[in-house]
C-alpha cells in the first residue's frame, strides 16, 4: 500500500529542493522529519511539511502505524514559473523566469516476512547450490 503527498506551486526553484530530497530520500520517515527540521536550507521546510502531510495521510486515512512507513519515492518537478524582466541599459529588458516547483512525496509500508517463508527459501538455497550447471546433484 502507499501513501501519497503534494505539495503543488512551491515558490522554490526545483533545483534547490532537489538537492534536500536526495539528502533524505534513503532514510527512514522518523530520521527524515528529524534532519528537515534541522537543515538551514529553505526548500526543506516545504518538503518538511509534504512529509508530515504523508505521515497523517497514512495514520488518519489509511490506519497504519509511523513505524511500518518508509519513503518510497520522492519526486519535485518543475511547477509554472513566473516570467518577469529586468530593466536595462538603452531601454532593454533581460527575461528570466521565478521557478516554482510540484513536490511529490510516496511512503510504502513495510510488510513483515513470515518466519515460515524465510526457512522456505533457505531451503531453497541450499538446493541450488546443490544442483551443478549440467544440472546434475552432487
Not at 92 to 115: C, D, F, Q, T
Not at 126 to 133: A, D, F, Q, S, Y
Amino acid at each position: 500500500m502507499e501513501v501519497i503527498a503534494k505539495v503543488k506551486s512551491v515558490r522554490i526553484s526545483p533545483r534547490k529542493v532537489r538537492l534536500i530530497a536526495d539528502a533524505v530520500r534513503k532514510m527512514s520517515v522518523a530520521d527524515a522529519i528529524k534532519n528537515l527540521e534541522v537543515i538551514k536550507k529553505r526548500g526543506a521546510y516545504p518538503l518538511l511539511k509534504s512529509f508530515k502531510s504523508a505521515v497523517a495521510n497514512a495514520i488518519n486515512n489509511a490506519k497504519l502505524s509511523e513505524d511500518k512507513l518508509f519513503i518510497k519515492e520522492i519526486d519535485v518537478t518543475d511547477g509554472p514559473s513566473l516570467k518577469r524582466f529586468h530593466a536595462s541599459t538603452r531601454g532593454r529588458a533581460h527575461p528570466y523566469k521565478r521557478r516554482s516547483s510540484h513536490i511529490r512525496v510516496v511512503l510504502g509500508v513495510k510488510e513483515e516476512v513470515k518466519k515460515e517463508e524465510v526457512k522456505e527459501s533457505k531451503k531453497d538455497e541450499k538446493i541450488t547450490k546443490e544442483v551443478k550447471k549440467d544440472g546434475t546433484k552432487s
